[in-house]
C-alpha cells in the first residue's frame, strides 16, 4: 500500500507541473505578443516620416494657441468676453452651430482653449505653451541637437508657475487684471498668504527665482562688490585730482597707488570668474549632448547620426596690421645696418580662395552610410561618427561597438576604399588623444590652400618662434606654423611632381615674410639649376656663398662640396665664439652680444641663423658620395645649437639615399605622396605616405606623432613679386661670405712642376686623350700600375691643365681633343 500510495503521489506531482507549465507558456506566448505589439508601435514613432508630421502637428497646436490667446487678450482689454457661451457649452454643442456669436478669431475651440489656459489657470504665462510646443515640433522635424526636449520643458514648467504666482501677488487687489496671473496664480497667492502673510509670499517668491537661477545659470553675485569697487574708483578718482593740485602730500598718493592696485586684482578676478562661468555652460552644453549619444548605442541600429564638426576660418590681418619689424630696444641693434628695410607685404601674394572649405552634406552622408555598411558587413557596429572637414580630407571618427577590436577596422582599408571608390583612404587606429577610430577620406573637390591664407593668419603674425615656417593646414582647418630652430633639421620626401619643391618656396618665403636680413641667410644648394633660381634677386640681403664663387645660388658639385666644408669651419669658429662667451646656444650669444657684454675687437660678432636647402639631394649623394654625406652629417649632428639648420628635399627616398646616419639627425620629416610602402617606411619608419593623394597632400613626422597636412601653395608669380620687391630694396655690398676652404683636389692649389713629372706621363697623356676618358683605372689597366701611381699622374695631368678637376663617380673632363693638340701641348710644356 505505501508503495502505491507514493506512486499516486508522485502522478500528482506530475500533474501540478505539468498545468504550471503550461500556464507559464501561455503567459510567456502572451508577453511576447505584447512585446511584438509594442515594438510595432514603437517602429511606427521612430518612423521618420511619423516623427516629421507629428512636429507639423505640434506646431499647428502653436499658432492656433498664439492667435486664440491674442484674440482673447484683445477682447478682454475691449470689454467682450465669451464667457455667456462658455458656461453653457457641452461636447455635442461644440460641433452645433449657436445663436449666440463668438467673438474670437480661432471660433469655439479657440475660445474655450484660450479661456482655459489664460483665465482659468495660468494667465500671461500660458504663452510658454506656445513656445514648447513650437520646440516640440522643430525638434521632431529638423532632429537638432542643440534642443534639450526635458530641460525645456523643466524649465517652461517652471516659468509658466512663477511667473503666474508672480502677477497675481503683483495684482492681488485688482481684479480687473486677474488675467495675468490666473485662477490658478490668484488661489496660490491667497493659499499663501494666509500661511507666511504678504511679505512672506512676495520674499518667497524672489528667493525661489534666485535659486533657480544659480542652479541653472550659475549666476555670480559680484554686482554687489563691483558697485562697491565703482564707488572706490570715484573716489580715487577724487584723489586724484586732488593729489595733482597738493603734490608735497607724499602720503596721499601712496594710498592712492596702493588702492588702485587693488582695484585692478579685483577686476582680474572678476575676468577669472566670468571665463569659468563660461566654461561651466560650455560643459553643460557638451553634457546635454550626451542624450543624443545614448540614443545610437545600438549597434544594430544603421541610423548612426553623423556629427559634422564645422571648422572655422581663422582671423587674419590685413596689410594695414601686419606688424612691420621692429627692432629690439638695446644699445646694438644688427638691423640698422639696413634700417629702411621693409618686409613684403601680402599684397604681392594671390588668394585662392576664402579658407573657409565646405563639402556638400550630401557627400558627407554618402560616406557615412558606405563607411557603415562595409563595417556591418563585417559584423562591426558603431556607436556614433563624427566628421571633421579639411581643404582635401575629411576625417571621420567612430566609435565603434564594445568588443570590437581595433585591428579588425585596421584590416579593412582597402574594402572601405572600394567602397567609397577613393584613392588615399587611411586608417588611424586609435587617434592619440582620442577614444576613436579615424578614417580619412579625400575630398570629391579639394581646395587650394594658399600661402597668403598661412602667413595672414594671427596665428603666423603674433608667434614668437625664431624662425617660423608656415607648412600648411590641418584636418582641422588650422594654420600649422612649426619652429624650425626646434626641428631643427628637416627631411623632405617624395615622388616626382608631388609638391616637394613647392614645399621648399613655401619654406623659403614664410622665412622672407618674418625676419630681417641681418638675422638670417640661406645657402642654396640647386643641382638641378632650375628650382631655386629664383631666389638669386635676393642674393645681397638674404644669400650666403664661399668668397670666389661668381653665383649665389649652388650649382656645381664640386662648389657643393666646398660649401659644406666651409660651412663645417663656419660652424667650428662658432662654437669657439660660444666656449669664449660661456654661452650654450646662439640665441644666448646673440642676447649677450646686442647688450654689449661681448667685445667685437675680441672676434665676437652677431651670428645670423644659415638655413641650408638642397633641393635635390639623391643626386649629390650619387655623384660626390662620402664627400657630400661625412660634412653633410657632422652638420646635422653638431650644427643646431649654433644656428645652423638643414632642409634636405629628395625625389629617391631609397636606403643608399637616406641612411641610417642621415635618419637618425633628421627627427622631422615631411613625406609627400609615394608609390610603395617600403618607400613611406624609409622615410617615416612607418606606412601612411603610400596611401596619400598627392598634390600637397602630405604627412609631417615629429617623433611619434604623424599630422597630415594640405601644403600651401605658392606659385611662381609670386616668388617673382616677392623677391623683385625685397631686391628692389637697399642692401648689403655682397652676399655674405663663408669662410674660405682650400680644396686639395683644386687645381689653384696646384702647381706644375716639369721635373717632377712621372716617367710616364706623356705615355699617360696619349691613353687619356685617344680615349677621352680620365680615369685612374683606365691608367691602371692600359700602363699595368698600381692605384697610388696611376693617382699621381692623374693628378699631375690635372696640374698640367690635360684633365679636368674630380667630378666623384663621374669621370674626369678631357681638355685635349686630339693627339696633334696633344704634341703641341707637350713641346710648349716642355720649353
Known sequence: MT??????????????????????????????????SNKKHFSLIKNEKAQKVIGLFFILISLFLLFSFISYLKLWFAGITDTDYINNISFSKLFQRSSTPIHNSMGKLGAIVSYLFIYKWFGISSFIFIFLFFVFGIKLIFKTKKLNLNKTSLYSVFYIIWISAFFAFIFQNNNELLIFGGIFG?????????????????????????????????????WIKAAKDKKDKEKLNVIDDT??????????????NTNEYYVEDEDEENKETSVKNNNDNFLDKKNNGDDILTETLNPENNNVELTIVNTKEEKTVTNG?????????????????????????????????????????????????????????????????????????????????????ISKIKNLEDDIALSLSAIGIRIIAPIPGKGTIGIEVPNKNPKIVSIKSILSSEKFQNTKFELPIGLGKTIANESYIADLTKMPHLLIAGATGQGKSV??????????????????????????KVELSLFSKIERHFLAKLPDSEEAIITDIRKVVCTLNSLNIEMDSRYNLLKNAQVRNIKEYNIKFI?????????????????????????LIMTAGKEIETPLTRLAQLARAIGIHLIIATQRPSVNIITGTIKANFPARIAYRVISKIDSRTILDTGGADQ?????????????????????????????????YVGSQKGYAQ??????????????????????????????????????????????RKLKLGYNRAGRIIDQLEAAGIVGPFEGSKAREVRIANEMALDQFLKDLNM
Open 503 to 528: 614645399g621648399l618656396n613655401a619654406i623659403i618665403t614664410s622665412l622672407l615674410y618674418k625676419k630681417h636680413p641681418a638675422q638670417l641667410k640661406f645657402v642654396l644648394i640647386d643641382p638641378k
Open 735 to 780: 652676399a655674405f661670405d663663408l669662410p674660405e676652404y682650400l680644396d686639395e683636389n683644386s687645381e689653384i692649389n696646384k702647381e706644375f712642376d716639369a721635373n717632377e713629372r712621372d716617367e710616364l706621363f706623356e705615355d699617360a697623356a696619349r691613353i687619356i686623350v685617344q680615349n677621352q676618358h680620365g680615369s685612374t683605372s683606365l691608367l691602371q
Open 692 to 724: 596619400l593623394i598627392g598634390k600637397g597632400d602630405m604627412l609631417l613626422s615629429t617623433g611619434s606623432v604623424l599630422t597630415r597636412l594640405q601644403c600651401a601653395f605658392v606659385d611662381t608669380p609670386e616668388i617673382d613679386r616677392v623677391t623683385d
Open 321 to 405: 596690421d601686419i606688424k612691420e619689424h621692429k627692432t629690439i630696444d638695446t644699445e646694438y641693434d644688427p638691423t640698422l645696418d639696413l634700417p629702411h628695410y621693409k618686409l613684403p607685404k601680402l599684397d604681392l601674394l594671390d588668394d585662392y580662395g576664402t579658407g573657409d572649405y565646405k563639402v556638400l552634406n550630401e557627400e558627407l552622408q554618402e560616406n557615412k552610410i558606405k563607411i557603415i555598411e562595409t563595417l556591418k558587413n563585417y559584423s562591426i557596429g558603431i556607436v556614433n561618427i563624427k566628421a571633421t572637414i579639411g581643404p582635401a580630407v575629411t576625417l571621420y571618427e567612430i566609435i565603434p561597438a564594445p568588443g570590437i577590436r
Open 186 to 222: 490668484f488661489e496660490l497667492n491667497n493659499l499663501l498668504n494666509s500661511i507666511i502673510g504678504t511679505i512672506g509670499n512676495g520674499i518667497l517668491i524672489i528667493f525661489v527665482l534666485l535659486v533657480f537661477l544659480t542652479i541653472v545659470y550659475n549666476i555670480p553675485f559680484k
Open 595 to 619: 647688450s654689449r657684454k661681448l667685445n667685437p675687437n675680441e672676434g665676437h660678432r652677431f651670428l645670423p641663423y644659415i638655413v641650408i636647402v638642397v633641393d635635390e639631394f639623391a643626386d
Open 3 to 36: 508503495i502505491k500510495n507514493s506512486d499516486f503521489k508522485k502522478n500528482i506531482y506530475k500533474k501540478v507541473a505539468e498545468e504550471k507549465q503550461t500556464k507559464n507558456v501561455k503567459k510567456n506566448s502572451g508577453k511576447k505578443k505584447r512585446k511584438k
Open 243 to 256: 593729489k595733482k593740485t597738493i603734490s608735497s602730500n607724499q602720503i596721499s598718493t601712496d594710498i592712492y
